[in-house]
Protein backbone atom coordinates (compact mmCIF):
# COMPACT_ATOMS: atom_id res chain seq x y z
CA UNK A 1 0.00 0.00 0.00
CA UNK A 2 1.48 3.20 -1.16
CA UNK A 3 -0.85 5.89 1.51
CA UNK A 4 -2.76 4.83 4.32
CA UNK A 5 -4.81 6.81 6.60
CA UNK A 6 -6.77 10.16 6.35
CA UNK A 7 -5.13 13.29 4.50
CA UNK A 8 -6.45 16.88 3.78
CA UNK A 9 -6.73 17.25 0.10
CA UNK A 10 -8.88 20.34 0.17
CA UNK A 11 -9.80 23.80 2.59
CA UNK A 12 -12.14 26.89 2.19
CA UNK A 13 -9.54 29.22 0.59
CA UNK A 14 -10.75 32.22 2.93
CA UNK A 15 -11.68 29.86 5.78
CA UNK A 16 -9.74 31.11 8.58
CA UNK A 17 -10.59 34.79 7.47
CA UNK A 18 -14.45 33.81 7.33
CA UNK A 19 -14.37 32.52 10.80
CA UNK A 20 -12.53 35.13 12.41
CA UNK A 21 -14.89 37.93 10.39
CA UNK A 22 -17.82 36.20 11.71
CA UNK A 23 -16.05 36.46 15.29
CA UNK A 24 -16.01 40.20 14.43
CA UNK A 25 -19.11 40.63 12.98
CA UNK A 26 -21.46 40.61 15.73
CA UNK A 27 -19.19 43.56 18.01
CA UNK A 28 -18.06 45.45 15.21
CA UNK A 29 -19.83 47.91 12.65
CA UNK A 30 -19.95 47.57 9.47
CA UNK A 31 -21.45 45.39 6.48
CA UNK A 32 -20.70 42.04 6.22
CA UNK A 33 -18.31 42.87 3.44
CA UNK A 34 -16.58 45.63 4.88
CA UNK A 35 -15.86 43.54 8.42
CA UNK A 36 -14.08 40.46 5.63
CA UNK A 37 -12.09 42.94 3.84
CA UNK A 38 -10.66 43.82 7.40
CA UNK A 39 -10.22 40.12 8.09
CA UNK A 40 -6.99 38.96 6.18
CA UNK A 41 -4.31 39.55 8.94
CA UNK A 42 -3.19 35.39 9.51
CA UNK A 43 -2.08 36.23 12.87
CA UNK A 44 -4.66 38.58 14.38
CA UNK A 45 -7.34 36.16 12.98
CA UNK A 46 -5.91 33.17 14.28
CA UNK A 47 -5.34 34.79 17.90
CA UNK A 48 -9.28 36.13 17.24
CA UNK A 49 -10.57 32.45 16.43
CA UNK A 50 -8.69 31.26 19.45
CA UNK A 51 -10.10 33.76 21.80
CA UNK A 52 -13.90 33.10 20.52
CA UNK A 53 -13.94 29.87 20.44
CA UNK A 54 -11.73 29.41 24.33
CA UNK A 55 -15.34 31.34 25.27
CA UNK A 56 -17.65 28.61 23.79
CA UNK A 57 -18.66 30.27 20.36
CA UNK A 58 -17.93 27.66 18.36
CA UNK A 59 -20.50 28.26 15.84
CA UNK A 60 -18.11 30.65 14.20
CA UNK A 61 -15.81 28.08 12.92
CA UNK A 62 -18.60 26.41 11.05
CA UNK A 63 -17.64 28.57 8.15
CA UNK A 64 -14.25 26.86 7.20
CA UNK A 65 -14.79 23.64 5.50
CA UNK A 66 -12.32 20.62 5.00
CA UNK A 67 -12.40 18.24 2.44
CA UNK A 68 -10.59 14.47 3.38
CA UNK A 69 -9.87 11.20 1.76
CA UNK A 70 -9.59 8.20 4.02
CA UNK A 71 -7.01 6.04 1.80
CA UNK A 72 -6.92 2.13 2.35
CA UNK A 73 -8.31 2.70 6.14
CA UNK A 74 -10.23 -0.05 7.84
CA UNK A 75 -14.17 -0.23 7.23
CA UNK A 76 -14.18 0.05 11.16
CA UNK A 77 -12.78 3.91 10.89
CA UNK A 78 -15.13 4.15 8.38
CA UNK A 79 -18.32 2.80 10.73
CA UNK A 80 -16.56 5.35 13.29
CA UNK A 81 -16.79 8.23 11.19
CA UNK A 82 -20.21 7.72 9.26
CA UNK A 83 -21.94 8.41 12.72
CA UNK A 84 -20.92 12.19 12.59
CA UNK A 85 -23.86 13.26 11.17
CA UNK A 86 -22.82 16.83 10.50
CA UNK A 87 -20.19 15.54 7.75
CA UNK A 88 -21.31 14.18 3.99
CA UNK A 89 -19.83 10.94 2.50
CA UNK A 90 -19.24 9.12 -0.24
CA UNK A 91 -17.89 5.26 0.41
CA UNK A 92 -17.26 2.61 -2.49
CA UNK A 93 -19.72 0.44 -2.25
CA UNK A 94 -19.85 -3.45 -1.41
CA UNK A 95 -22.95 -3.46 -3.39
CA UNK A 96 -20.92 -3.04 -6.70
CA UNK A 97 -17.73 -3.23 -6.48
CA UNK A 98 -15.43 -6.34 -6.45
CA UNK A 99 -13.45 -6.41 -3.08
CA UNK A 100 -11.64 -9.77 -3.46
CA UNK A 101 -8.13 -7.82 -4.02
CA UNK A 102 -8.99 -4.69 -1.34
CA UNK A 103 -6.55 -6.00 1.40
CA UNK A 104 -7.09 -5.58 5.24
CA UNK A 105 -5.17 -4.48 8.28
CA UNK A 106 -3.20 -6.77 10.65
CA UNK A 107 -2.76 -5.46 13.80
CA UNK A 108 -0.12 -5.37 16.62
CA UNK A 109 0.43 -8.88 18.05
CA UNK A 110 2.14 -10.00 20.70
CA UNK A 111 3.63 -12.59 18.86
CA UNK A 112 4.17 -13.97 15.27
CA UNK A 113 2.05 -17.01 16.08
CA UNK A 114 -0.69 -14.81 16.82
CA UNK A 115 -0.36 -13.28 13.44
CA UNK A 116 -0.22 -16.02 11.35
CA UNK A 117 -3.26 -16.88 13.30
CA UNK A 118 -4.60 -14.38 12.26
CA UNK A 119 -3.75 -13.86 8.38
CA UNK A 120 -4.50 -17.17 7.34
CA UNK A 121 -8.25 -16.65 9.05
CA UNK A 122 -8.46 -13.65 6.97
CA UNK A 123 -7.24 -14.84 4.12
CA UNK A 124 -9.27 -17.74 3.56
CA UNK A 125 -12.32 -15.02 4.38
CA UNK A 126 -11.04 -13.41 1.20
CA UNK A 127 -10.82 -16.55 -0.53
CA UNK A 128 -14.78 -17.64 0.86
CA UNK A 129 -15.56 -14.01 -0.99
CA UNK A 130 -14.13 -14.19 -4.11
CA UNK A 131 -15.86 -18.36 -4.50
CA UNK A 132 -18.88 -16.42 -3.38
CA UNK A 133 -19.17 -14.48 -6.30
CA UNK A 134 -17.39 -16.72 -8.62
CA UNK A 135 -20.82 -19.07 -8.03
CA UNK A 136 -22.96 -15.97 -8.96
CA UNK A 137 -23.86 -14.89 -5.69
CA UNK A 138 -24.55 -10.96 -6.28
CA UNK A 139 -21.63 -9.06 -4.41
CA UNK A 140 -24.15 -7.38 -1.94
CA UNK A 141 -24.53 -10.89 -0.37
CA UNK A 142 -20.92 -11.68 -0.89
CA UNK A 143 -20.01 -9.16 1.08
CA UNK A 144 -21.00 -10.34 4.52
CA UNK A 145 -18.36 -12.61 5.01
CA UNK A 146 -16.16 -9.80 4.46
CA UNK A 147 -14.11 -8.96 7.73
CA UNK A 148 -14.05 -6.34 9.77
CA UNK A 149 -10.61 -5.20 8.87
CA UNK A 150 -10.82 -4.66 5.27
CA UNK A 151 -9.56 -2.21 3.50
CA UNK A 152 -11.97 0.85 2.83
CA UNK A 153 -11.54 3.98 0.89
CA UNK A 154 -14.17 7.06 1.27
CA UNK A 155 -14.39 11.02 1.00
CA UNK A 156 -15.68 12.78 3.66
CA UNK A 157 -16.41 16.62 4.05
CA UNK A 158 -17.20 18.49 7.09
CA UNK A 159 -16.74 22.00 8.91
CA UNK A 160 -14.71 22.60 11.27
CA UNK A 161 -16.97 22.46 14.54
CA UNK A 162 -17.45 18.95 13.21
CA UNK A 163 -13.49 18.85 12.93
CA UNK A 164 -13.07 19.20 16.38
CA UNK A 165 -15.62 16.93 17.45
CA UNK A 166 -14.50 13.83 15.45
CA UNK A 167 -10.97 14.81 16.56
CA UNK A 168 -11.95 14.65 20.24
CA UNK A 169 -13.53 11.30 19.73
CA UNK A 170 -10.69 9.95 18.01
CA UNK A 171 -7.95 11.12 20.56
CA UNK A 172 -9.77 11.74 23.82
CA UNK A 173 -13.21 9.47 23.43
CA UNK A 174 -14.40 6.23 22.44
CA UNK A 175 -12.09 5.79 19.20
CA UNK A 176 -8.97 5.67 21.57
CA UNK A 177 -8.93 2.93 22.43
CA UNK A 178 -8.06 2.00 18.86
CA UNK A 179 -4.45 2.32 17.61
CA UNK A 180 -5.66 3.05 13.94
CA UNK A 181 -8.22 5.32 15.19
CA UNK A 182 -6.33 7.44 17.27
CA UNK A 183 -2.91 7.25 14.91
CA UNK A 184 -5.15 8.83 12.08
CA UNK A 185 -6.59 11.47 14.73
CA UNK A 186 -3.05 12.17 15.62
CA UNK A 187 -1.71 12.97 11.49
CA UNK A 188 -5.23 14.63 10.88
CA UNK A 189 -4.70 17.12 13.70
CA UNK A 190 -1.25 17.77 12.63
CA UNK A 191 -2.38 18.41 9.15
CA UNK A 192 -5.36 20.58 10.14
CA UNK A 193 -3.43 22.48 12.76
CA UNK A 194 -0.81 24.00 9.41
CA UNK A 195 -3.77 24.98 7.55
CA UNK A 196 -5.80 26.67 10.49
CA UNK A 197 -3.95 27.12 13.51
CA UNK A 198 -6.61 29.30 15.24
CA UNK A 199 -9.03 26.31 15.61
CA UNK A 200 -6.89 24.48 17.42
CA UNK A 201 -5.61 26.93 20.17
CA UNK A 202 -6.11 24.78 23.54
CA UNK A 203 -7.43 21.93 21.75
CA UNK A 204 -5.66 19.30 24.40
CA UNK A 205 -6.80 21.14 27.27
CA UNK A 206 -10.82 21.12 25.92
CA UNK A 207 -10.00 17.52 24.63
CA UNK A 208 -9.10 16.68 28.04
CA UNK A 209 -12.31 16.81 29.08
CA UNK A 210 -14.16 15.29 26.33
CA UNK A 211 -16.11 12.11 27.70
CA UNK A 212 -18.51 10.17 25.01
CA UNK A 213 -18.65 7.32 26.97
CA UNK A 214 -21.25 6.52 29.93
CA UNK A 215 -21.14 4.17 32.00
CA UNK A 216 -24.99 3.75 33.60
CA UNK A 217 -23.80 0.70 36.14
CA UNK A 218 -26.85 -1.44 35.63
CA UNK A 219 -26.44 -5.19 34.80
CA UNK A 220 -27.07 -6.38 31.43
CA UNK A 221 -29.82 -9.13 31.04
CA UNK A 222 -29.19 -12.30 28.80
CA UNK A 223 -31.80 -11.68 26.87
CA UNK A 224 -31.33 -12.47 23.17
CA UNK A 225 -33.19 -9.79 20.28
CA UNK A 226 -36.65 -10.01 19.36
CA UNK A 227 -37.07 -12.44 15.98
CA UNK A 228 -39.31 -9.25 15.34
CA UNK A 229 -37.47 -6.64 12.34
CA UNK A 230 -38.28 -3.99 14.08
CA UNK A 231 -40.09 -2.54 17.63
CA UNK A 232 -41.68 0.64 17.37
CA UNK A 233 -40.69 2.33 21.48
CA UNK A 234 -42.63 5.47 21.40
CA UNK A 235 -44.39 7.56 19.09
CA UNK A 236 -46.12 11.62 19.55
CA UNK A 237 -49.67 10.64 20.77
CA UNK A 238 -52.05 12.32 18.42
CA UNK A 239 -49.43 12.74 16.03
CA UNK A 240 -51.67 13.54 12.99
CA UNK A 241 -53.51 16.08 14.72
CA UNK A 242 -50.39 17.22 16.18
CA UNK A 243 -48.53 17.54 12.20
CA UNK A 244 -51.95 19.01 10.87
CA UNK A 245 -52.08 21.72 13.91
CA UNK A 246 -48.60 22.64 12.86
CA UNK A 247 -49.45 22.75 9.38
CA UNK A 248 -52.28 24.93 9.91
CA UNK A 249 -50.18 27.16 12.52
CA UNK A 250 -47.51 28.26 9.90
CA UNK A 251 -50.27 29.15 7.21
CA UNK A 252 -50.88 31.96 10.02
CA UNK A 253 -54.71 30.29 11.85
CA UNK A 254 -55.63 31.11 15.22
CA UNK A 255 -54.81 28.46 17.54
CA UNK A 256 -58.44 28.60 17.92
CA UNK A 257 -59.18 28.45 14.55
CA UNK A 258 -56.84 25.75 13.86
CA UNK A 259 -58.10 23.45 16.87
CA UNK A 260 -61.94 23.90 15.02
CA UNK A 261 -60.65 22.88 11.98
CA UNK A 262 -58.73 19.79 13.16
CA UNK A 263 -61.65 18.50 15.45
CA UNK A 264 -62.99 17.31 11.43
CA UNK A 265 -60.89 14.20 10.71
CA UNK A 266 -61.47 14.27 7.21
CA UNK A 267 -59.98 18.27 7.46
CA UNK A 268 -56.89 15.93 8.76
CA UNK A 269 -56.88 13.84 6.04
CA UNK A 270 -56.81 16.82 3.84
CA UNK A 271 -53.69 18.66 5.34
CA UNK A 272 -51.88 15.33 5.58
CA UNK A 273 -52.29 14.55 1.59
CA UNK A 274 -51.24 18.30 1.09
CA UNK A 275 -48.09 18.04 2.92
CA UNK A 276 -46.99 14.71 1.34
CA UNK A 277 -46.68 15.91 -1.69
CA UNK A 278 -45.19 19.43 -0.99
CA UNK A 279 -41.44 20.32 -1.04
CA UNK A 280 -41.18 21.29 2.18
CA UNK A 281 -43.40 19.71 4.60
CA UNK A 282 -41.50 21.14 7.31
CA UNK A 283 -44.95 20.74 9.39
CA UNK A 284 -44.40 16.62 9.30
CA UNK A 285 -41.70 17.11 11.95
CA UNK A 286 -43.99 17.59 14.81
CA UNK A 287 -44.48 13.82 14.67
CA UNK A 288 -41.64 11.46 15.85
CA UNK A 289 -41.06 8.29 16.25
CA UNK A 290 -38.73 6.37 18.26
CA UNK A 291 -37.86 2.41 17.09
CA UNK A 292 -35.59 -0.51 17.74
CA UNK A 293 -34.34 -2.69 14.49
CA UNK A 294 -33.73 -5.69 15.76
CA UNK A 295 -30.49 -8.09 14.50
CA UNK A 296 -28.78 -5.51 11.67
CA UNK A 297 -26.28 -6.61 9.89
CA UNK A 298 -22.92 -4.44 10.32
CA UNK A 299 -23.01 -4.33 6.50
CA UNK A 300 -26.80 -2.64 6.71
CA UNK A 301 -25.85 -0.13 9.54
CA UNK A 302 -24.08 2.48 6.71
CA UNK A 303 -27.75 2.50 5.10
CA UNK A 304 -29.39 3.44 8.01
CA UNK A 305 -26.48 5.98 9.32
CA UNK A 306 -27.08 7.56 6.07
CA UNK A 307 -29.68 9.16 6.87
CA UNK A 308 -28.50 12.04 8.49
CA UNK A 309 -31.82 13.77 10.23
CA UNK A 310 -32.22 11.14 12.61
CA UNK A 311 -30.76 10.82 15.90
CA UNK A 312 -29.30 6.79 15.67
CA UNK A 313 -27.96 5.04 18.74
CA UNK A 314 -25.81 2.39 17.26
CA UNK A 315 -23.41 -0.13 20.19
CA UNK A 316 -19.92 -0.31 20.10
CA UNK A 317 -18.96 -2.89 17.16
CA UNK A 318 -17.57 -5.17 19.93
CA UNK A 319 -21.24 -5.86 21.02
CA UNK A 320 -22.00 -7.33 17.34
CA UNK A 321 -23.38 -10.89 18.00
CA UNK A 322 -21.50 -13.34 16.71
CA UNK A 323 -23.78 -16.42 17.02
CA UNK A 324 -26.13 -14.50 15.30
CA UNK A 325 -25.55 -13.19 11.53
CA UNK A 326 -27.59 -12.76 8.45
CA UNK A 327 -28.11 -15.24 5.93
CA UNK A 328 -29.77 -14.48 1.90
CA UNK A 329 -31.66 -15.86 -0.20
CA UNK A 330 -29.36 -16.13 -2.63
CA UNK A 331 -27.28 -18.32 -0.18
CA UNK A 332 -30.01 -20.52 0.92
CA UNK A 333 -30.64 -21.70 -2.74
CA UNK A 334 -27.06 -23.20 -2.92
CA UNK A 335 -26.19 -25.80 -0.26
CA UNK A 336 -22.57 -25.38 -1.23
CA UNK A 337 -22.60 -21.57 -1.23
CA UNK A 338 -24.15 -22.00 1.92
CA UNK A 339 -21.99 -24.19 3.67
CA UNK A 340 -19.01 -22.51 2.45
CA UNK A 341 -20.61 -19.24 4.20
CA UNK A 342 -21.64 -20.58 7.44
CA UNK A 343 -17.75 -21.66 7.86
CA UNK A 344 -17.13 -18.04 7.23
CA UNK A 345 -18.89 -17.20 10.41
CA UNK A 346 -17.81 -20.00 12.21
CA UNK A 347 -13.84 -19.79 11.68
CA UNK A 348 -14.43 -15.70 12.28
CA UNK A 349 -15.78 -16.89 15.63
CA UNK A 350 -12.90 -19.53 16.67
CA UNK A 351 -10.43 -16.70 16.00
CA UNK A 352 -11.78 -14.11 17.95
CA UNK A 353 -12.67 -16.84 21.13
CA UNK A 354 -8.63 -17.73 20.54
CA UNK A 355 -7.45 -14.17 20.88
CA UNK A 356 -9.73 -13.34 23.67
CA UNK A 357 -8.46 -16.12 25.75
CA UNK A 358 -5.01 -14.51 25.05
CA UNK A 359 -5.71 -11.42 26.54
CA UNK A 360 -5.94 -9.34 23.63
CA UNK A 361 -8.11 -6.27 23.88
CA UNK A 362 -10.99 -4.26 21.74
CA UNK A 363 -7.67 -2.83 19.64
CA UNK A 364 -7.40 -6.05 17.99
CA UNK A 365 -10.51 -7.84 18.70
CA UNK A 366 -12.58 -5.36 17.39
CA UNK A 367 -11.15 -6.52 13.35
CA UNK A 368 -12.47 -10.17 14.29
CA UNK A 369 -16.22 -9.53 13.15
CA UNK A 370 -17.61 -10.09 9.97
CA UNK A 371 -20.01 -7.72 8.17
CA UNK A 372 -23.09 -10.21 8.22
CA UNK A 373 -22.80 -10.46 12.21
CA UNK A 374 -25.33 -8.24 13.95
CA UNK A 375 -26.48 -5.42 16.40
CA UNK A 376 -29.46 -4.11 17.57
CA UNK A 377 -30.16 -0.17 17.24
CA UNK A 378 -32.29 2.46 17.76
CA UNK A 379 -33.52 5.43 15.70
CA UNK A 380 -35.72 8.97 16.71
CA UNK A 381 -37.07 10.05 13.04
CA UNK A 382 -39.43 12.29 12.27
CA UNK A 383 -41.93 12.21 9.52
CA UNK A 384 -40.48 14.22 7.72
CA UNK A 385 -37.24 12.13 7.63
CA UNK A 386 -39.74 9.00 7.53
CA UNK A 387 -41.39 10.41 4.12
CA UNK A 388 -37.58 10.14 2.24
CA UNK A 389 -36.51 6.97 4.35
CA UNK A 390 -39.41 4.96 2.98
CA UNK A 391 -39.00 6.84 -0.31
CA UNK A 392 -35.75 5.36 -0.64
CA UNK A 393 -35.53 2.09 1.38
CA UNK A 394 -39.06 0.48 0.42
CA UNK A 395 -38.38 0.93 -3.33
CA UNK A 396 -37.35 -2.74 -5.28
CA UNK A 397 -33.84 -0.86 -5.95
CA UNK A 398 -32.70 -0.12 -2.23
CA UNK A 399 -30.18 -3.20 -0.48
CA UNK A 400 -32.88 -6.37 0.11
CA UNK A 401 -32.10 -6.06 3.91
CA UNK A 402 -33.12 -2.45 4.87
CA UNK A 403 -35.78 -2.82 2.48
CA UNK A 404 -37.13 -5.99 4.64
CA UNK A 405 -37.02 -3.23 7.37
CA UNK A 406 -37.81 -0.37 6.27
CA UNK A 407 -41.57 -2.90 4.91
CA UNK A 408 -41.71 -3.63 8.20
CA UNK A 409 -41.50 -0.42 10.09
CA UNK A 410 -44.10 1.56 7.77
CA UNK A 411 -46.49 -1.48 8.37
CA UNK A 412 -46.44 -0.94 12.00
CA UNK A 413 -46.86 2.84 11.57
CA UNK A 414 -49.63 2.48 9.38
CA UNK A 415 -51.63 0.58 12.10
CA UNK A 416 -50.55 3.64 14.67
CA UNK A 417 -51.03 6.31 12.30
CA UNK A 418 -53.10 5.00 9.13
CA UNK A 419 -54.10 8.34 7.32
CA UNK A 420 -50.28 10.01 7.41
CA UNK A 421 -48.49 6.32 6.70
CA UNK A 422 -51.19 5.16 4.14
CA UNK A 423 -49.35 7.95 2.09
CA UNK A 424 -45.49 6.92 2.72
CA UNK A 425 -44.08 4.17 0.57
CA UNK A 426 -41.22 4.07 -2.18
CA UNK A 427 -41.21 6.89 -4.98
CA UNK A 428 -43.34 5.62 -7.73
CA UNK A 429 -46.32 5.34 -4.52
CA UNK A 430 -45.71 8.39 -3.39
CA UNK A 431 -45.24 10.78 -6.05
CA UNK A 432 -46.94 8.50 -8.44
CA UNK A 433 -43.47 8.43 -11.15
CA UNK A 434 -40.36 6.26 -10.60
CA UNK A 435 -37.43 8.37 -10.54
CA UNK A 436 -34.30 5.83 -11.32
CA UNK A 437 -34.53 6.20 -14.79
CA UNK A 438 -32.48 3.16 -16.75
CA UNK A 439 -32.62 2.23 -13.59
CA UNK A 440 -35.93 1.33 -12.81
CA UNK A 441 -37.69 -2.14 -12.10
CA UNK A 442 -40.49 -1.12 -14.66
CA UNK A 443 -42.88 -2.82 -11.80
CA UNK A 444 -44.39 0.77 -10.69
CA UNK A 445 -48.05 -0.46 -11.18
CA UNK A 446 -47.13 -3.16 -9.69
CA UNK A 447 -45.37 -1.53 -6.20
CA UNK A 448 -48.05 1.01 -5.98
CA UNK A 449 -51.02 -1.37 -5.99
CA UNK A 450 -48.72 -3.86 -3.09
CA UNK A 451 -48.32 -0.37 -1.17
CA UNK A 452 -51.98 0.28 -1.33
CA UNK A 453 -52.67 -2.54 0.47
CA UNK A 454 -50.20 -2.95 2.88
Same mark, same amino acid.
Given at each position: ??????? /????????????????????????? %??????????????? +???????????????????? +????????? /???????????????????????? =????????????????????????????????????????????????????????????????? /????????????? *??????? !?? %??????????????? #????????? =????????????????????????????????????????????????????????????????????????????????????????? !????????????????????????? /??????????????????? #?????????????????????????????????????????? +? %?? #?????????????? +????? #?????????????? %????????????????????????? *???????
Amino acid at each position: MNKYGAF /VIGCSDVGQEVCAASGRISTQSGTA %LEIFERSHDEEKNTK +LIGKVTKSGHTSTIEHIFFN +LAFENVSVV /VEQFMIEFRLASFTVKSRRYVDFS =DCGYLVPDFKCEEDKARYSAVMDKLFTAYSSLTDKGIPKEDARFVLPYCFYSNFFCSLGGRELIN /VLNAMIYGRGRKI *KEIYEIG !LS %LLEQCKKIAPGLFID #FDLKGQKYN =DELDYGFAYDEEKSSDELCEILAYTPDGEKNVALSALIEAGYSPAAANKIVSDKENIKTILEKLASSSRPRALESYNCTVKFNKVSLAC !LTHFARHRIQSICIPNLMKADRDSY /VIPETLKADSDALALYNEA #FSDMKALYTELKAKGYDENVLIYCVLSGNTLDIATTMNAREM +L %LF #FRLRCCTRAQWEIQ +LFAND #FLKKLRKISPDLFS %LYGPSCYVHGACPEGKMTCGRAAEI *KDIFSRM
